[in-house]
């Protein structure tokens, strides 16, 4: 007979992992729970693994539990008997819907004869996710309630953070890679990662790795249309010069970078679908995009769709206008740029070189004038070869270029040193602007009394999971932007900055907001600081002159700008700044 795993094993793991910051530490917690559930109870591997990533569903199927804040202190106000405006005022001061259901449990309501299994939790769950229409609402709460009510004080605490999609404990995804491998007694991680890159569904991998071992795994996990790949990123480059001292020993591209929203497109069985960066679901958003394509093949291409009018390119604030549902008529006209295929004809293209990717994508499409066409991109030998194309992609209303090795392969989700991007703000001294989380708000005086006057902005520690301050911003707003976040961030205020790394107390905004909202940023240039904690505890990353660009709300402050990579960028204007001297 199987001896399930409880969900209160879970949740003490997820406790002492709570208690530690150290990465290596974290990893042997959660292997050695992985371990034991391989040998245990292995059905459930799948559901725990899903549950240690605060999800139920792979990314790209869209489907959440539907709950809300509202929903969260309802049936916390019912499970601890505390009434709605007093978890409220708790939240303010702790920031922490989990901690407040934990210390405020009544003993005889979890009094349950029946002691809660990790399957229990993870199927019920999806049930909550299951409910629509009219009664949903309550039909959530009630068995959210049912949940509660068989739950310790432990166990309440991560059920809240779970229907919440929060653990908030510093679990970050390949955090959770790692420890599956680890579990399958091998060091070598890459095997994983590539598999769950090719194949980002937990439910799958752990089928495969259970049926068929980590050694055929590759053989198995293999790109299959209509399910999205994570995408390849390029490094930041802020010198033309220094750009080209990366690639000048091997031949190499230099593309158009679009301003537009990255786009996945993927073509099956006669249907068409399109992704974002994030792997959300955006086929209703673009029904121009999908019905272009009548190709009895299938495909995966990888593109940049931009708003586009008279046969110019738009700024990308008119495409984040478009509706991403119900479509019913195209307001913004969108031009899909192709720039890589990476499945074409029942194969996999990742490992071939960028030049014969190209060469197949643009031997088997043909542009549509205004609709579909290719990149624009010649093969560069020089730096001035750069400049002609950065000029030519700046006139063109383009970001910049980027600057790609044709041998290169497609490495899903990896930000490869043989691409690079440079826009043309690097003139301004920072190579790349910089997505980066609010996470503070100063209140405004004189003319911005009545919205916030400034604002704390963090990177996101990717290995962590925590947010890192690297300035204070109040410069780039109009007043109408200044009163739509002043509406936007005042439901976030907390009082307990529990996701918030800061080096200095005197780092101390009026309010501290709950991340969730991303905005692009420019800055002069970047330094060390001892009192922001962008990418150290010690002497961190901070920006000078930081201005407002844009908001992104395609972006998700896990997709933030991280802090590995502005200590890159810190680095390299250091190395110029050196180069310079020498050279004067």
């Known amino acids: 007979m199987v001896d399930k795993i409880l969900f209160l094993d879970l949740c003490k793991e997820l406790e002492k992992i709570s208690k530690t910051t150290k990465r290596l530490e974290i990893q042997s917690i959660l292997s050695q729970f992985f371990k034991i559930v391989k040998i245990k109870d292995p059905n459930s591997l799948s559901s725990i693994v899903f549950l240690c990533n605060a999800s139920l569903y792979p990314e790209y199927l869209n489907t959440e539990m539907g709950i809300g804040e509202h929903i969260i202190q309802q049936a916390i106000s019912e499970g601890t008997g505390l009434s709605v405006k007093t978890i409220k005022q708790k939240f303010v001061k702790s920031g922490d819907y989990g901690v407040i259901a934990m210390d405020n449990r009544v003993n005889q309501l979890f009094a349950s004869k029946k002691l809660l299994t990790v399957e229990d939790v993870f199927n019920n769950m999806k049930r909550i996710s299951f409910e629509t229409g009219k009664n949903s609402t309550n039909s959530k709460k009630n068995l959210m309630l049912q949940l509660m009510n068989a739950c310790s004080p432990l166990e309440t605490k991560y059920l809240i953070r779970l229907f919440e999609s929060q653990l908030k404990i510093g679990l970050a995804l390949q955090t959770i890679l790692i420890s599956i491998s680890l579990a399958y007694d091998e060091s070598n991680f890459t095997i994983i990662k590539s598999a769950y890159n090719k194949h980002p569904d937990f439910n799958y991998l752990i089928e495969m790795l259970l049926v068929h071992g980590i050694e055929k795994l590759n053989i198995f996990c293999k790109i299959t249309p209509g399910i999205p790949i994570k995408p390849m990123l390029a490094h930041p480059h802020k010198n033309l010069t220094k750009a080209f001292s990366k690639f000048e020993n091997n031949k190499f591209l230099s593309e158009f970078k679009y301003d537009g929203e ?56 008119l495409l984040s206008t478009r509706k991403r549902k119900n479509v019913e008529k195209i307001e913004v006209a969108v031009c899909v740029f192709a720039f890589d295929i990476v499945f074409f004809d029942s194969k996999e293209l990742l490992d071939m070189p960028l030049s014969e990717r190209r060469e197949i994508l643009r031997s088997n499409f043909s542009e549509i004038e205004s609709k579909f066409q290719f990149a624009i991109g010649y093969e560069c030998n020089s730096v001035e070869d750069i400049e002609t194309q950065f000029k030519n992609a700046s006139e063109g209303n383009c970001e910049g270029v980027m600057l790609k090795s044709l041998t290169s392969t497609y490495q899903p989700s990896h930000r490869s040193n043989s691409w690079g991007k440079i826009k043309k703000d690097y003139l301004d001294a920072v190579g ?42 109040g410069t780039g707003f109009s007043d109408e932007s200044l009163k739509l976040f002043y509406d936007q961030l005042s439901p976030k205020i907390t009082s307990n900055p529990s996701q918030i790394d800061f080096n200095d107390k005197s780092i101390h905004p009026d309010v501290w907001i709950l991340p969730h909202y991303v905005w692009e940023v420019k800055a002069a240039s970047l330094s060390l600081s001892p009192i922001y904690s962008a990418g150290s505890r010690e002497k961190g990353i901070s920006l000078r002159f930081p201005r407002f660009l844009n908001e992104r709300t395609d972006k998700k402050p896990e997709d933030a700008t991280t802090s ?19 050279f004067n």
């Not at 497109?265 to 679901?281: A, L």
């Open 432 to 473: 790349d602007s910089l997505d980066l989380v609010v996470v503070g708000a100063f209140y405004g005086k004189g003319k911005r009394t009545g919205n916030f006057g400034g604002f704390l902005l963090a990177t996101y520690n990717d290995e962590t999971t925590r947010f890192e301050p690297c300035c204070k911003i």
């Open 564 to 582: 590995n990579q502005i200590w890159r960028m810190y680095n390299e204007s250091v190395d110029e700044k050196s180069d310079d001297a020498e």
């Open 262 to 317: 990255r786009v996945q497109i993927h073509h099956f069985n006669g249907v068409t679908k399109v992704f974002s960066r994030n792997s959300e679901d955006m086929t209703e958003k673009f029904p121009d995009i999908t019905s272009m394509f009548l190709s009895e093949k299938s495909f995966i291409i990888d593109a940049e769709g931009v708003a586009f009018s008279d046969g110019k390119i738009m700024p990308f604030q």
